[in-house]
């Protein structure tokens, strides 16, 4: 590559660097804030309209949680991992909260995963039973407590629900995860024969992005690389779609013609956040069918995604025992793993482990169980980090030998680019003489960043996704899922009265007072690094590299803290191992020279 190219790509590298930023603060941010005024005004311009019978009602105007919960008549549950309250009338789940997750480390709020369908954000799931296009047991039908009070884990309620040519008895049982099984046993008490089917429904309701917030608002203001939408399992496949475009009307890849999927080897059909999901899980030796209610989203009504299992024949006086079982709660890696094993298929594939899984599912397993080990996610990043690092040590090596001899090639190669600067040509064939004679190779140092780039995604996803990092605390970090909390223009805490989160606040300097602990440091190791690799010979390129420790330092601020611990880590060791390198080399660095002037060594003279 010639001068000017060399310049030109980092010229334009940190210009797209730039880029970034000038685009997240001046089109991302207010486009943002576009979306949510539209999405507001969508919400009151649906207030007054009317909601027929076929399709989910679109609510009047939200109400305040108390005053909806209070409303009906309810069956209260509360087990190991939820709790929550179940509205007799549709025999709707919406009322459920998780009891080991919270909206902030002060674990001050737990997260409500489902709300009446009156409140904003209603969110709640239920089975109903049709013959043909006649709902039998429905979104309202009145259902009555015949048995049991709380329900809890090993202590399931009943319900019952009788018209004219049907009773249907709903025995509702939990787990002590987030597994609620609805047992039906339907009885056709008419004189013909009946064909009924299970429906299950999952109803989300308002602008995608605001029942995000209302569930999780740190996850909601996540941009990195998660799937949150429709995500299922059928006819063994995983099939996926952001909400976005579920709101614009799109199909899921793979649908049919009619707007479902069949599968008759069971699975699952859920909407999934970054952390929880809620998702039907149908009886699995029937055959069923998987869609989105894309009525209901067309005359602006909520999302919903539904379940049709395959009639059963009922003859008069008989009855059928149907088990249709529901997901609400947090995609935990044993919790699913164990209801896989138990027979929900790929139910770890809940996790949204990327196009990369086949990195990204071994890194998280061995991290999982090095956090089980060491008691502390921190502590299993830093072992990881070493465990990643020690393939890749003789690649290393050969990688560090072959810049020391670059290295020492500065003088040589500065007095080529002087001599034949007038001769492009000449001073690259020069360039390639010196290489075979000395046995330097200029591409040897990049070898380790082919292997390097998607270790890094791989890890970066795992961190991201990784319900396990959330609100884990390590070292100072109360929160590795979340940025570094510290910030330079407090001096990292010793203003009391200023916190990190004030300073990152302030608009505009906020990102650069407002950097941290971690990113500092991995702008330093970076720097280090950069110390023992061969300057390029022009000097504004010089310039530019040495400008990119802190460009990456700012881009890092915003990352999760347990990635940027790997970063940092991972630099510390890699400086370690090339300075070693540099020094069985016989070459003098920068750091060597810093190390003897503060330590006071001195070099042997020659003999």
Not at 102 to 128: C, D, K, M, N, W
Request: hydrophobic share 45%.
């Amino acid at each position: 590559m010639e001068k000017d190219d060399q310049r030109n790509f980092l010229l334009a590298m940190v210009a797209m660097i730039a880029f970034v930023f000038l685009y997240q603060m001046f089109v991302m941010e207010p486009a943002q804030q576009r979306y949510q005024a539209e999405q507001a005004a969508i919400a009151a311009a649906q207030q007054g309209q009317t909601a027929d019978t076929a399709a989910p009602a679109i609510p009047a105007g939200p109400r305040p949680l108390e005053e909806a919960l209070a409303e009906g008549e309810r069956v209260r549950f509360d087990a190991g991992s939820v709790d929550g309250s179940i509205r007799l009338a549709g025999a709707r789940i919406d009322d459920l909260s998780l009891k080991h997750h919270y909206q902030t480390v002060e674990r001050l709020q737990e997260i409500r995963l489902l709300r009446p369908e009156s409140t904003e954000g209603g969110y709640f799931a239920s089975y109903y039973w049709a013959d043909g296009n006649t709902l039998v047991a429905g979104r309202n039908s009145a259902w009555q407590l015949v048995s049991g009070e709380t329900l809890t884990a090993g202590n399931p309620v009943t319900l019952r629900l009788e018209t004219n040519d049907v009773l249907i008895e709903r025995e509702i049982s939990v787990d002590d995860s987030y597994l609620f099984t609805f047992r039906d046993t339907v009885t056709n008490t008419s004189d013909s024969p009946r064909a009924l089917r299970a429906i299950g429904s999952f109803e989300r309701h308002g602008g995608w992005q605001r029942f995000l917030e209302l569930t999780d608002p740190g996850s909601a203001a996540s941009v990195g690389p998660v799937h949150t939408g429709l995500m299922g399992v059928v006819g063994d496949q995983l099939r996926l779609q952001k909400y976005k475009p579920l709101f614009e009307g799109k199909k899921v890849s793979g649908e049919s013609r009619e707007g479902n999927f069949v599968s008759d080897s069971g699975g699952w059909w859920g909407l999934t956040d970054m952390y929880w999901m809620g998702a039907l899980v149908p009886e699995q030796g029937r055959t069923f069918t998987a869609s989105v209610n894309r009525t209901s989203l067309a005359r602006g009504g909520p999302l919903e995604i539904r379940t049709e299992a395959t009639p059963v024949e009922i003859a008069p006086g008989a009855s059928v025992t149907v088990e249709n079982q529901l997901f609400a709660g947090a995609k935990e890696f044993q919790v699913m793993r164990g209801y896989e094993q138990a027979g929900i298929p790929r139910m770890v594939d809940a996790i949204d482990w990327g196009w990369a899984y086949f990195l990204t599912k071994p890194f998280f397993y061995v991290i999982n169980w090095l956090n089980n080990y060491l008691g502390a996610f921190g502590w299993a990043i830093l072992a990881f980090t070493v465990l990643v690092k020690l393939p890749l040590v003789p690649l290393y090596n050969a990688s560090f030998k072959s810049m020391a001899k670059l290295k020492k090639l500065q003088e040589p190669m500065k007095e080529i680019n002087e001599r034949f600067a007038a001769d492009p040509q000449r001073k690259q064939q020069e360039m390639m003489k010196l290489y075979k004679e000395t046995g330097a190779n200029p591409i040897g140092g990049c070898l380790p960043i082919l292997f390097t780039i998607p270790i890094f995604y791989a890890l970066y996803k795992v961190l991201y996704i990784s319900l396990e990092m959330r609100h884990e605390a390590f070292w100072y970090m109360r929160d590795l899922s979340a940025p570094d909390p510290t910030a330079i223009g407090n001096l990292f805490g010793l203003i009391p009265f200023w916190s990190g989160a004030d300073v990152k606040a302030i608009p505009v300097i906020g990102i650069i007072i407002g950097i941290g602990i971690l990113p500092i440091l991995y702008g330093v190791t970076m720097a280090a690094l950069q110390s023992l690799s061969p300057p390029p010979p022009d000097k504004m390129q010089a310039r530019i590299l040495m400008a990119l420790p802190i460009v990456f330092m700012f881009v890092f601020g915003g990352f999760a803290a347990g990635l940027v611990l790997y970063w940092v880590w991972s630099n510390v060791l890699t400086l370690i191992q090339q300075y070693i390198i540099m020094r069985m080399n016989g070459v003098e660095t920068e750091i060597g020279k810093f190390i003897s002037k503060r330590l006071g060594f001195k070099k042997a003279p020659a003999e």
